[in-house]
């Protein structure tokens, strides 16, 4: 045969092969998209359900108020698992194209509006599964289905309870120790003979955060609970509907556990999540008024008829009048530290009303005793002494302001010292004494303003250059006690100076 004879039959058994292969190729044409429902839209979706052989079916309806399993018990579903298995079919994308015999035996089928996704065999080896939608079988991968191959446990919510702690207005606690109550924002603790007080913030919290983690170990169905009294009600009131877990005694065969009616259904929980509330019920309504005189963080402060305000950063007296932010924050540090000793009935008469933002408190100086706005309780007072500040306590704790360079002189008692024309300061006997005073004296900051005055006080005058443009010199003058108190005519008080800055001034320079 010839060389053209011989191309002539290659072509035809090309062809012939290329047809086999056609006829064998069970992929659909080509196409833009590998997702497996091109066209599933989840937002289109208002029920999932789930068939596995042998087991009923699971079914999940999707409404406003969140997704509720309805079959074959009616209870809430788990927002994130019916998410996930939403995102999964969305996102569902494949690697291979097969045939509905290649997925092997179905393990559960899931349909989502007229979608429908059958989960086949998984191949181990390659990290991929089988699913069967719309007559074709499809090689993905293994996480793709995970949040599709699902059981009613899966599906359940296990929240006991489904609140936030910061949307909590009400809060009761019933049992064989009591009934004890709160409410408001923030939460107040109901008390035995009447009258609220602000609930222990720490505490309460704690037990509300414990309720909102609980999760329910396992689910126990068809069990009649009905004639079993609960011992402890929980019951919370949030956004929406009031919730409760009512628990009806230990759970069987397992001690760590309790048996509780819940938002999610009847099942067993952790007895870990309940016992802060336990707590706070054996507690009391008295042991459980907030101790603490003030929690919030003003941007106004009223003592008596001191009246600040905080713009920014700055604190500024009523009138305007700049106040020192360090005597500020450190007054308000002082006084929400403050934690009482005692709570009683009763209340403060007289003495100083302090209002932080909205938070009043009258304190009576002489018996040392609070009363918070409102509230039939007395606080039993560690100290006072924050309470008794006057506006000099907050006077701007600037006293002057020069620039250190530019002292030329110091005189005090006849003696003086001058920078001389080398500003080495060549007549003064120590030298870092005179450093330390320039340092320190030039920027004067008060520690704080005092109602004590200078014991044996020394006159220290300090003479700065003019400034620009001036031709007479800046002299500044303090009174310095040996008690480390000075007065200055440009301070409006008496006011502590730091023991360096005093030694230095009163150093034999």
């Not at 250059?465 to 009174?479: N, R």
Request: hydrophobic content about 45%; some cysteine.
């Amino acid at each position: 045969m010839g060389s053209r004879g011989s191309l002539l039959a290659l072509s035809v058994i090309a062809a012939a092969l290329a047809v086999g292969l056609l006829v064998d190729d069970p992929s659909p044409p080509p196409r833009s998209s590998t997702r497996v429902l091109p066209e599933f839209d989840p937002v289109r979706v208002d029920r999932l359900s789930w068939t596995r052989p042998g087991q009923p079916d699971v079914v999940v309806a999707l409404g406003e108020a969140g997704p509720r399993v309805i079959r074959p018990v009616d209870a809430p579903a788990d927002r994130d698992a019916v998410a996930a298995a939403l995102a999964a079919l969305e996102r569902l994308t494949y690697h291979r194209v097969g045939t509905p015999a290649d997925a092997g035996p179905v393990r559960v089928s899931v349909r989502a509006g007229s979608a429908r996704v059958a989960v086949g065999a998984a191949l181990p080896q390659l990290g991929r599964t089988w699913v069967v939608a719309g007559g074709r079988a499809y090689l993905v991968d293994d996480d793709a289905v995970r949040a599709l191959d699902v059981a009613l446990e899966d599906l359940r919510e296990r929240r006991a309870l489904d609140f936030t702690p910061e949307d909590v207005v009400a809060f009761e606690l019933h049992g064989d120790a009591g009934d004890l109550s709160f409410s408001g924002r923030p939460l107040q603790v109901h008390l035995e003979r009447g009258g609220r007080a602000r609930a222990d913030v720490d505490r309460v919290r704690a037990a509300l955060d414990a309720l909102a983690s609980a999760r329910i170990d396992r689910f126990v169905d068809g069990v009649d609970d009905a004639q079993v009294p609960p011992g402890l009600v929980v019951r919370v009131h949030a956004a929406g509907p009031a919730q409760q877990i009512a628990v009806r005694g230990p759970c069987p065969g397992s001690p760590s556990l309790v048996l509780a009616d819940t938002e999610a259904g009847l099942g067993c929980l952790p007895d870990a999540a309940l016992a802060p509330a336990r707590a706070l019920l054996a507690s009391g309504p008295m042991a459980l008024v907030d101790r603490r005189l003030f929690r919030g963080k003003p941007d106004a402060v009223a003592i008596g008829d001191v009246r600040l305000e905080r713009r920014g950063a700055i604190w500024r007296f009523s009138d305007g009048r700049l106040a020192d932010a360090d005597a500020v924050r450190e007054w308000l540090a002082a006084v929400r530290s403050i934690e009482a000793t005692d709570v009683a009935p009763g209340g403060a008469g007289g003495g100083v009303r302090v209002d932080l933002g909205g938070e009043v408190v009258d304190v009576d100086l002489r018996r040392r005793i609070a009363r918070r706005a409102g509230e039939p309780v007395a606080l039993a007072l560690p100290t006072v002494a924050p309470f008794r500040a006057t506006a000099v306590d907050f006077y701007d704790r600037g006293v002057w302001i020069e620039e250190p360079a530019t002292l030329r002189a110091i005189r005090r008692a006849g003696r003086s010292v001058d920078r001389g024309a080398t500003g080495d300061w060549p007549a003064a006997r120590d030298a870092e004494a005179v450093r330390a005073v320039r340092d320190g004296a030039a920027r004067l900051r008060a520690v704080r303003f005092t109602r004590a005055r200078p014991r044996a006080p020394v006159d220290v005058e300090l003479e700065f250059d003019p400034p620009p443009g001036a031709s007479a010199p800046v002299v500044h003058t303090l009174a310095v006690g040996r008690n480390c108190v000075a007065t200055s005519p440009d301070a409006p008080a008496p006011f502590e100076l730091s023991p360096a800055l005093c030694a230095a001034l009163l150093a034999p320079w």
